[in-house]
Structure formats: C-alpha cells, structure tokens
C-alpha cells in the first residue's frame, strides 16, 4: 500500500482531526507523518480501543494478555509495539513482555525505542516507521513520569512519536499499558505520586510548583496531563490494594475546576484490566476482566465544605468486576451476568468497620476500603457504615452509605465473604476529620 507522507509541520497544521487546535507540537524537519492511515482490520468491530492494566499482572493471565492480542487483530496477525520508557532497565523490560505476547500468539512483537535516552525527539524516521507497522501497542510499568519525558516537550508538547500513536490509535490499534503504562494514558492531570492521608492533609500540588512540602507524600500531578488518549478520567493503577482511594478523590476537588480537570476517575486494580471498546463516540465501554475490580469515582455532585485540612460530602463510588460493564458516556452499569443483587440475599448480619480504611492489601484479599464499601450492600442490619484513617493528627473519618435507591451491590457467590465477586454502584462517601 502507498501512502503519501508530508513534512512534520505540514502534518500539525492538518492536525488529522484527532487535537484541538490549541495543542501544542515539538515539530521537527527530519520526519514525515502521513496525512492518512487506513483503518486497520479491527476497527470496524471494536473502533478506537484501550486496555488499562492495573499493574501486577500474572504471566498466567491468559484472558488479559489474549485480550489485547485480540484487539490488535488477533493471533498470528497482530505486531505489538512495546514502549518500556517507564522502566529503569527498559531493554530488559522488553525483553519480558516480547516473550510474553509471542507466548499468547502475536505475530510479531516490536520494540518501540522511547525512553529517557532515547526520546521522541532522536527517534526520527526510523521510530516513525516502526510506530506505523504495528496493530498494538503495549505501555510497561515503572514511572510514568519518564513516559512524559519521552514522548512530550517540557509543556506537554506532542512529539511526531506521539502523533503518529494518535493516528495509529485512530485507525484501530489498541493502547495498552500496566501501571504506569496504563496512568499515563489520561488526557487529563497525570497523578506522579503521594499516598491517601498525606493527600488528604496537605492537598495537591502541580509538579512545577516551588512550595511542595519536604519529607511527606502528597499527591503531585502534571500539569500538562498525560499522553491523551482516555478523556474524561484521570487514571490510577495498584488502586485499592494500595489504598488510594483518599488520594484520588482530594486530586479531583483540588483540580476538577482547572484546565485539564474532571469530576471522574479510574483506578485499576493488580491483575485486572478496563476494556474499552469504541472510545470517544456514544457506544464508548468498559468491560472489566481479571482477579480485582476497577473503582469510578465522581464528583459531580459532591461539596466541598469548609475545613482546616479538608472535607467533602456527595462523593459517588461505583466498584466493578469480572464481567461487569460500563457505559463510559454517562456511567450506566451493567451487571455481568454471573452475579445476583445482594439485597434481600445478605450475607452477613452487620456492616463492617476500619481503623485504617486506605490499608493495602494484596491479591485474594478484599482491599479494607471495598472490603467495608461492600458491606454496606450485604448486611441485613444497616446500610451505612464508617472507616478511619490509621493516622490521627488529624484522623479522618470516611463514611459510606448504600441507602440511596440507585446504590445497589451485586455478588457472585463462593465460599465466604471474602471470596465472593462483590461489585457495587453509587455507594455515597464523605471524608472530613474527625
């Protein structure tokens, strides 16, 4: 197939109908970028596709790594391109996950050549071309932050590099990526670090601000976002398992009414993936796969009241798991078919309560946070509950309730509490100190 190229900086003024035209572009002389790419097989089945990976995930996670083999044309056709700029030893990463996808059955699997030293900028033509001849693309883990500085300026300028992931995004290849393969991918505010309680005491700073405060760990954000690919949502990965809950939910208040704010968020759990399927257009979904659950957090109705360090009322937190399905326009869930309601089917008497409500957890274990959530929705006696944090100058008290009519829980029984599938909708948290 021949396909007409132009210069880079022809390519941004035609802007492909993919950013608006208020983005910036590191332009450059030595590259082309072509003005068109043909849609690839998969496209017309599952459209623009992603597939977020919580972190963690098992070499034996067949259905996740056939997944993403799938929506990149499926076995014996589809060319993963591996992006290992987050790792510290990125050809070594590479050389894992190219073992890997040849394992579940990909055709080829390709090293994409983007790290801290060797960024956007000194690829050229070369990485251009490489970007072109693939079907999919596979983000590792590590520091998302050095995903940033290879494929963007220092103001969140596209790179040709990240162009051309654009356009091959746009025709049907997949994006997917692990952890901070998968964080990165948000058109919004970027989290690069903190943990819950810091978070919640001390807010949350754009990573050029000055004043950030030594020898703690709020949440720092990047201020000029993520790679732009997931619009809507910033995007969390390791999520319940490490607590960061607390974490998320400060960001959005803190940042919901600036320039690459949202009320929304996506945090992916270890072992677990969101797939999504025709983004950016109406029928936009994400089916959930793996051992955990992916938590939605909005905002949209939620108040902020006045408090020395913070407090906030009207939250909204959705958990899903295997087999559930969101809407991701306006946040319908549907149910995997599998799980029943909970309620009138409780399991147990009373709800449960937590001294340290953001405490990690690790895979079969319901993270404390979903553990006492879930409560709420398979108790016969109550439908609210509370957790603390461990932290006490100042403590904060996290209350949660399933009383309202459209929070409903969902389970797939086993053999206890613990074990059970639980997912749930619309549970209502407010976090203040006491």
Known sequence: ???????????????????????AFLLSDDVTLRPHVPKLPQFSQYGRSMVLVGGNQYDNNTEL????????????????????????????????????????GALQVNRILLDV???????????????????????????????????????????????????????GAVIAGTSAGCSCQTAQFMIEGGYSYDTLVFGSYADIDPMIPPDIEPNIYLTSGGLGFMKGYVLDSHFAQRGREGRMIRLLADTRMLGKGTNRAIGVDENTALVVTHADTNQSSGLVIGDAGVTLIDLTHAQIHPSKHFNISGVYVTYLTKGDVIRLTDQTVTFASTKTPMRGHERNDAVFQSNDVFAKADIPLKPEFVRIATSTFDARRGRTTHGFSKETGPRFRVEMSASANDAVGFVERNASFATDITSYKNLRVSIYEG
Not at 1 to 23: E, L, N, R
Not at 150 to 167: K, R, V
Request: charged fraction near 10%.
């Open 117 to 171: 030293n060797h960024t956007a900028s000194q690829g050229g033509q070369a990485l251009i071309d490489t970007i072109y001849a693939q079907t999919g693309f596979f983000f590792g883990g590590g520091d998302q932050e050095r995903i940033i500085r290879s494929l963007m300026g220092p103001y969140g300028d596209y790179s040709p590099a990240l162009i051309a992931l654009h356009q091959m995004y746009d025709s």
């Open 1 to 23: 197939m021949t396909t007409t190229s132009i210069t880079f900086a022809a390519c941004a003024v035609v802007i492909f109908g993919i950013f608006t035209t208020s983005q």
């Open 65 to 104: 790594h056939e997944t993403i083999i799938k929506l990149a044309g499926g076995k014996q056709f589809a060319k993963i391109g591996i992006i290992t700029a987050a790792s510290y030893d990125p050809l070594d990463s590479y050389n894992y996950y190219h073992d890997i996808f040849l394992q579940y």
